[in-house]
């Protein structure tokens, strides 16, 4: 057998009942292979595969927090370390009911190849709870985060792993967490990204992720010819992702008829009206079925369905395996020419190759969302500095790192023979800087 197959064999056998942390391995190990095989002799002396899917350390605590009733409720958080070769832990906090160790285990594992391609000095982590934060009060809200953060507080700092926001996980979230670090530690540091403007966060860090991708959806498009502008956009997502992908779709002269949350979808025939949607979401936390109050030529649908619509390009933007086999053939039946993941691994195996093999242009999420980790790679230089940046400087240096991603992975999969296929590149080119400082570092 060889050794990617072992590893791979080995991770399913000891990490039982997790199947997104199997997926993530297997994707990315079986893209790597020819690279592997190069060097076989020397990885499997150094154990090399077996270091990079182990994680450095993985953290599970409980966190007991009262409801306004005097209830007390006990969640299980998580945060697992998983690679420090390049730089300190980095990535999100994700606060969903279906939180686990395998769904943290797929996006720190995910989270350690994109932070690579962002080319800035951040290794991989990623952390969260099973604490469902929907229709929890603002004062439920701050008990879950200070007492999330009184233990989390022990295991992070600026210099050692920064967290930052993920599903369920925003401006609000962070704000409650960082307060909560400051009283327990007494430092005033960049211990997590994501921040408010009036302390210490960046601007452009809530729009980055979304605009980002946008930025290389842009720049691979254009690589072919096409013009994104009058292009007919689907978003799946009603989240900070999706808001801020839409905003810059139509910034960039595209029109975006979807969106959608877990309890069903919006077609908007006439384009999504943005300011509605922000509305909805970021001031009212309500659910989209309020979207029709504010357009009412527009539909909504109960359910699954976002992808069943004509569309040129899709942009997945909610959670993983969101975009299955049968919507890839709907996507493909309709005449699209692109999926780019906005959300992390939202694209089930099958669903992907079923796109690629019919031509699709595909961008896989370590690649097409890496802007938000990047920006808050750059939060922490102004942090480090003492200093903030103006909202074009942070924007011009995220688009710059997003163009300089898609030909980093554009060129990474044309050198070893995969010409176009940019899951490929992009596995590979994360892998190859990962692997290199861990070669320089011994074996740690
Ligand atoms: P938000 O919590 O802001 O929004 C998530 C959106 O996705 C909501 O509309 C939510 O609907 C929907 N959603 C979440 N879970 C499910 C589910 N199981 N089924 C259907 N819909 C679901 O999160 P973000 O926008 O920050 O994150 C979206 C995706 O992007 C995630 O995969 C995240 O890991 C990824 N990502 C986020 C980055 C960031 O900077 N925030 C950076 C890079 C990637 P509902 O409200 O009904 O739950
Ligand atoms: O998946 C991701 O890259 C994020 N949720 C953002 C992580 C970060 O540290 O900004």
Redesign the pocket.
């Given at each position: 057998m060889s050794y990617v197959d072992e590893v791979i064999k080995e991770v399913v056998e000891r990490n039982p009942g997790e199947p997104e942390f199997h997926q993530a391995v297997k994707e990315v190990l079986e893209s790597i292979r020819v690279v592997v095989e190069a060097n076989e002799e020397q990885f499997r002396r150094d154990a090399l595969l077996e270091r990079l899917v182990n994680p450095e350390r993985q953290i599970k605590f409980r966190v007991p927090w009262i409801d306004d009733n005097g209830n007390v409720h006990v969640n299980s958080g998580y945060r697992v370390q998983y690679n420090s070769a390049i730089g300190p832990y980095k990535g999100?906090i994700?606060l969903?009911p279906?939180v686990n160790f395998g769904i943290i285990k797929f996006?720190g594992f995910e989270q350690i190849f994109k932070n690579s391609l962002t080319g800035l000095p951040i290794g991989g982590g990623k952390g969260g709870s099973d604490f469902d934060p929907?229709g929890k009060s603002d004062r439920e809200i701050m008990s879950f985060c200070q007492s999330f953060m009184t233990e989390l507080c022990k295991y992070i700092g600026a210099d050692t792993d920064v967290p930052?926001?993920?599903?369920?996980?925003?401006a609000r979230e962070i704000g409650y967490m960082y307060g909560q670090y400051k009283r327990i530690k007494g430092v005033f540091e960049g211990v997590l990204t994501?921040k408010g403007l009036s302390y210490g966060g960046s601007l452009a860090r809530t729009q980055?992720?979304g605009y980002g991708l946008l930025y290389i959806t842009d720049e691979m498009l254009k690589s072919k010819g096409i013009s994104i502008e009058g292009k007919t956009v689907a978003v799946?997502?009603?989240?900070?992702?999706?808001?801020y992908a839409i905003e810059k779709a139509q910034q960039l002269g595209a029109k975006v008829v979807t969106?959608?949350?877990?309890?069903g979808w919006v077609y908007d025939p006439d384009g999504i009206d943005l300011a509605a949607l922000k509305e909805i979401?970021e001031v009212k936390r309500a659910?989209l079925t309020e979207y029709k109050n504010y357009r009412p030529n527009s539909e909504y649908h109960e359910g699954r369905g976002v992808w069943s619509i004509k569309v040129d390009i899709a942009l997945p933007?909610?959670?993983?395996n969101?975009l299955h086999l049968e919507d890839a053939k709907a996507l493909v039946k309709n005449g699209a020419i692109a999926v780019c993941e906005?959300?992390?691994?939202?694209t089930t195996r099958e669903a992907t190759e079923y796109l690629m093999e019919n031509g699709i242009f595909f961008l896989p999420?370590k690649a097409a969302?890496?802007?938000?980790?990047a920006t808050?790679a750059l939060e922490m230089s102004q942090n480090s500095e003492r200093l903030s940046w103006s909202f074009e400087e942070v924007d011009s240096k995220l688009k710059g790192i997003m163009v300089g991603i898609f030909h980093n992975i554009d060129n990474a999969a044309r050198k070893y023979g995969f010409e176009g296929n940019y899951v490929v590149g992009a596995n590979i080119a994360g892998f190859e800087k990962v692997v290199n400082a861990m070669n320089a570092q011994g074996i740690v």
């Open positions: 999100g994700r969903h279906s996006l929907k930052a926001g993920d599903i369920g996980t925003g994501g980055a992720t799946s997502g009603a989240g900070n992702v999706a808001i969106c959608s949350d877990s309890n979401k659910r933007c909610a959670t993983q969101e906005g959300a992390n691994m939202p999420g969302n890496a802007g938000g980790v808050s």
